[in-house]
């Protein structure tokens, strides 16, 4: 855990720098065809939708982002550390982005610009936002605050695609301070007609709108720097961008991200869960009961109805934890007085109150003596693959609740750390659709 022990500064005692750039996209912008080439984040893409993606067209975006191919969410590649990351693969990468260029796969924008881009589900209010290029704060800096921890191998392999290709191929998510005008350019900017559109495979309606206007261009960096954000998704690209930037100071020390307000009508937060393999349900319950009262929850053994039971007893909020083995539905509740002095007195309550930080120290690491690292602790990304992925590693998950926005720009503002992998933000951005080369 990394934190402080006293309150920070609001996240706008330094403002975010953003710059337009010279995007990358792909040459054909029909609906169709953007759909076929683009893909989901990288570490969202399981291994059977990696080759899926790979198979949709000879361009689709996930040979470069993952060009050795994935491990997969949940295993020791599970923050999108290519499979033997490295020199190898980052060069694959690099050798086929350079070739998809010099085809005309790919076009590089003939002027700098900032790209609009809205994200609307088939249910609920869209999330819009802008990309651009924003400055990489050494460490300290204050206008981008990360709210989880990274593991660093996951970190170096994403720094070795990143040098090699000298390109963003994804944006990381900033959710920013609101800035009125900042909304006022955005309402007036969407307009016109989109640039790019497509609905991916959830029904999410991606559209985004090239901005080269010069008062836009203008006005919104300077609306910007009146704000602060906090990393919403890409903590390990925004480590490894920052990484590249130690080694290569004189270099490129910008990343490209995705800028949305912070508050209603913006990104939602789900939780990601844990898996521990190799650990029965009754050995675990055995163990948890030292530290929670235990109690089974009558639930039907296949996957529907034990996904439906969850639903149920989360929307309750009477639980504080749930296990099951992919058949069987346990809730842990009344932590003990001894799980609870396992969270460090000294750190910011905000960061103290997580669900995620008692569910790590106390049940994973105090009453099951787990360590939590990537081959230890898998993660899923929703209850049916967490269900799952616990049935088929002959282990249990650990099924938690989200934290609201509030609770993680709160530990942001407080200078902690939540553990790896304790947020997913979504929507997310389709990755492909534009691109940020270092270069000019």
Avoid at 377 to 400: I, K, M, Q, S, W
Wanted: aromatic share 4%; hydrophobic share 45%; charged share 20%.
């Amino acid at each position: 855990m990394h934190s402080s022990s006293a309150d920070t500064p609001p996240l706008t005692a330094t403002g975010l720098d953003v710059r337009p750039f010279r995007a990358l996209t792909y040459q054909r912008h029909d609906p169709g065809h953007l759909a076929r080439v683009s893909s989901p984040a990288y570490d969202l893409v399981t291994p059977d939708g990696r080759e899926r993606l790979a198979a949709a067209d000879p361009h689709n975006i996930v040979r470069l982002i993952l060009p050795g191919g994935t491990s997969g969410p949940g295993t020791a590649g599970s923050a999108g550390l290519p499979v033997g990351a490295g020199e190898d693969t980052a060069a694959r990468a690099a050798r086929t982005l350079r070739g998809w260029e010099d085809a005309g796969v790919l076009v590089r924008d003939g002027a700098p610009a900032l790209w609009l881009y809205e994200m609307q589900p088939a249910e609920g209010a869209a999330t819009v936002g802008w990309l651009g290029a924003v400055a990489v704060a050494a460490a300290g800096g204050r206008a981008v605050l990360p709210h989880e921890d990274t593991f660093p191998a996951a970190v170096e392999g994403r720094r070795a695609l990143l040098q090699a290709t000298a390109t963003d191929l994804e944006p990381i998510v900033l959710a920013h301070d609101p800035e009125p005008e900042v909304a006022a350019l955005t309402r007036a900017a969407s307009a016109g007609p989109a640039t790019m559109e497509l609905t991916d495979t959830d029904g999410v309606r991606h559209r985004l709108w090239r901005i080269a206007d010069e008062d836009v261009l203008g006005r919104l960096p300077e609306a910007l720097a009146r704000t602060g954000a906090v990393i919403a998704d890409g903590h390990h690209r925004f480590a490894a961008a920052r990484a590249l930037h130690r080694t290569h100071p004189d270099g490129d020390c910008r990343v490209l991200a995705l800028l949305t307000p912070m508050g209603s009508g913006g990104l939602r937060v789900e939780a990601i869960h844990r898996v521990v393999p190799d650990l029965s349900l009754e050995a675990a319950t055995a163990s948890a009961a030292r530290g929670f009262t235990v109690t089974e929850v009558p639930a039907g053994p296949d996957p529907d109805a034990l996904a439906d039971a969850v639903r149920s007893v989360q929307a309750g909020r009477e639980a504080l934890f749930l296990l099951s083995d992919g058949h069987r539905l346990v809730r842990l509740s009344e932590p003990s007085a001894e799980v609870r002095a396992t969270v460090p007195a000294e750190a910011p309550s905000a960061w103290r109150g997580l669900d995620v930080v008692l569910a790590t120290t106390g049940l994973i690491g105090h009453l099951w003596r787990r360590p939590d690292d990537p081959a230890s602790v898998l993660v899923a990304h929703d209850v049916p693959e967490a269900l799952g992925l616990a049935a088929r590693r002959n282990g249990v998950t650990l099924l938690l609740r989200a934290p609201s926005p509030t609770d993680v720009a709160a530990v942001a503002r407080a200078g902690a750390r939540m553990p790896r992998k304790s947020t997913l933000f979504v929507p997310k951005p389709r990755t492909g659709l534009v691109l940020r080369p270092h270069a000019g």
